[in-house]
């Protein structure tokens, strides 16, 4: 999660698993009023919207924000919150409210001092939103990039199209990048090697990796640079890769 501030109103960026209150703590961190924009419909990402009265999602992932809000996935947040010694009001959780979704879309929004512009870059999801702050020179990629992307998910699109819409993403003077689940703030550099990485010699020498046989896709990974890879589905790589 990433909170923006400015001088009348604060942005949070994705909410969470919401074990426990993010609107309260959100809330410690600003005196202004908080708006939540979520970067796509994952439950670790929007689980948290149920302490909000409001969230934004681009319309292409608000089936899957649904889905995902759904008592399999909130069982599963607390499958791992319980193996991370996490306690939490079981019974809370499982049944808290999710705010309807209003539709996102791609915009500029004037904070006071502080603005931010909303990009649709689907590639992780459908509905990918990543998140451009002029005046820090940030970028936040949600999870459409971090040192090791996942693209596997039935929802991800081919990676040739996810390629496309995120060598995008260079056209903004970013400086800065903050992703989804790591800490680091990382240079413009890191995303700039990963995206002119991903030659299409690259992509076709992925290799087979074990992710778990999440729901039996054939996940491979590619380097694009090194310390840096690419996990997606073989199949969707073998339907469309050759035609770029
Ligand atoms: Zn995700």
Not at 93 to 104: A, I, Q, Y
Not at 175 to 186: D, F, T
Not at 189 to 202: C, R
Request: charged letters at 25%; a negative charge; proline letters at 5%.
């Amino acid at each position: 999660m990433t909170l923006l501030s400015g001088s009348r109103e604060a942005i949070l960026v994705d909410a969470g698993f919401g074990l426990e209150d993010t609107a309260a703590f959100a809330a410690t961190l600003t005196d202004k009023p908080i708006r939540l924009i979520l970067t796509h419909g994952h439950y670790d990402h929007i689980l948290g919207a149920g302490w909000f009265s409001k969230a934004a999602v681009f319309a292409e992932d608000r089936e899957l924000a649904q889905e995902h809000s759904t008592k399999f996935w909130r069982e599963r947040a607390l499958e791992e919150a319980g193996r991370k010694g996490i306690q939490t009001d079981e019974t809370a959780f499982l049944s808290r409210r999710m705010p309807g979704w209003e539709p996102l879309g791609e915009k500029e929004i004037d904070l006071g001092g502080l603005s931010v512009r909303v990009v649709h870059c689907p590639g992780h999801t459908d509905g990918s939103a990543v998140v451009y702050v002029p005046e820090r020179s940030l970028l936040l990629t949600g999870d459409d990039w971090n040192p090791c992307t996942w693209l596997f998910f039935p929802e991800a699109l081919p990676v040739q199209e996810y390629r496309r819409n995120i060598q995008r993403l260079l056209e903004l003077p970013f400086r800065y990048v903050l992703c989804s689940h790591r800490r680091e703030l990382y240079e413009r550099s890191m995303l700039e090697d990963f995206i002119t990485g991903l030659s299409d010699e690259t992509l076709l020498s992925a290799k087979p990796v074990d992710t778990g046989s999440w729901m039996g896709i054939q996940t491979v990974q590619a380097e694009p640079v090194p310390d840096q890879c690419l996990v997606f589905d073989s199949a969707k790589m073998n339907l469309n890769i050759r035609e770029t």
